[in-house]
């Protein structure tokens, strides 16, 4: 049995992270780490774990964390991750990080977009960017991986393959997307109470969200080029999910029926993605609870672009689920192990 630990396990993607990992066959819980919850039962603070798991969570404690973990995976905040992270890595911990602060090829892009230094970037030479359908084979051999975040890859996975194809015009990239109100953590803000939320949506941080940085240098991958896009994300009056509308226009006439084939051609071989059929298109509902992603594809002949519908669940394939789905990766586990949860609908 793999012995693994969570750290930040308090947060929403943290406590996602245990409940998968207590369903999961080849594991074995051994440390919750909270800062402010040394001491305290992990059922007193989410009740739905009584009888389940009533571990207490212990203080951050390297050398512990270090003899009793194989695996950890850092539920931490942006910027504390990387301060923490070279301690574990150093003790020859694998690491998969769900903050932002390892997805990126160059220090100079982070600080530009957190705002801060890069304390540790002879370790970004070292991560993998956890997207598991593009670099799984580098997965395999790492031992650190930036986890990517819920609009992220609900953006790359939808616009990947045809960017890829060469069939696509990269400077006419928009990306509207929305998301579930736990996609902006646990902590009390005024924005995301209940009666401020709900019955009413709101775009934040137009032209200047984190993401937008991250889309870019994976699309960038995609193309062979430089890619600037545009990103605008909102706020939805729902807990979990991610839609995506993606819009791209179009080099040469091609039809929904090509482009549908494109995709389904393009990740023909991974199970967690969903392309629809010509005519069908995803909704939250359909991925909500599972590690999927649902793609639905529509060219408007009119213009000649195409319009790329994605969505998913973001405490799950956006975080949590992807997070485990890089464990079995790494540890040589068939994929889908923890991972075959059935999406709720309701």
Not at 119 to 139: D, F, H, M, Q, W
């Amino acid at each position: 049995m793999i012995k693994v630990g969570v750290l930040g396990a308090t947060g929403y993607a943290g406590i996602e992270t245990v409940r998968l990992l207590l369903r999961h066959p080849g594991v074995t819980l051994t440390r919750v780490v909270s800062h402010s919850n040394v001491g305290v039962k992990i059922s007193d603070l989410y009740p739905n774990l009584r009888g389940i798991c009533d571990m207490e969570f212990s203080a951050l404690d390297v050398d512990d964390i270090s003899e009793n973990c194989d695996v950890v995976f850092t539920a931490l905040p942006h910027g504390a991750s990387k301060e923490i992270i070279p301690s574990l890595y150093n003790k020859g911990l694998k690491i998969i990080d769900l903050s932002g602060d390892f997805r990126y090829d160059d220090p100079a892009v982070y600080e530009k977009w957190y705002g801060q230094p890069h304390s540790a970037p002879e370790l970004l030479e070292k991560s993998v960017y956890g997207l598991c359908e593009l670099y799984r084979n580098k997965i395999k051999g790492a031992r650190l991986i930036g986890n990517p975040g819920c609009y992220t890859t609900c953006s790359i996975t939808g616009l990947y393959p045809i960017i890829h194809s060469g069939y696509a015009d990269n400077s006419s990239i928009i990306i509207d997307a929305k998301s579930g109100v736990t996609g902006a953590g646990r902590g009390l803000k005024l924005p995301n109470l209940f009666c401020e939320c709900t019955e009413t949506m709101k775009a934040y941080k137009v032209a200047t969200h984190r993401h937008t940085s991250e889309i870019e240098q994976e699309l960038s991958h995609a193309a062979g080029e430089n890619i600037i896009l545009s990103f605008t994300p909102h706020l939805a009056p729902m807990k979990r999910g991610i839609f995506a509308t993606c819009y791209i226009n179009l080099k040469e006439k091609k039809t929904t029926e090509e482009l549908v084939a494109l995709y389904k051609d393009f990740y023909k071989n991974e199970q967690f993605i969903t392309v629809y059929d010509a005519g069908s298109l995803p909704e939250v509902k359909h991925v909500s609870g599972s590690n999927r992603v649902g793609i639905g594809i529509v060219v408007d002949e009119r213009l000649n672009r195409a319009v790329i519908i994605s969505c998913l669940d973001n405490l799950i394939k956006g975080a949590a689920g992807q997070a485990i789905q890089n464990m079995n990766i790494m540890c040589g586990l068939p994929e889908e192990t923890g991972l075959d949860t059935i999406a709720m609908y309701l």
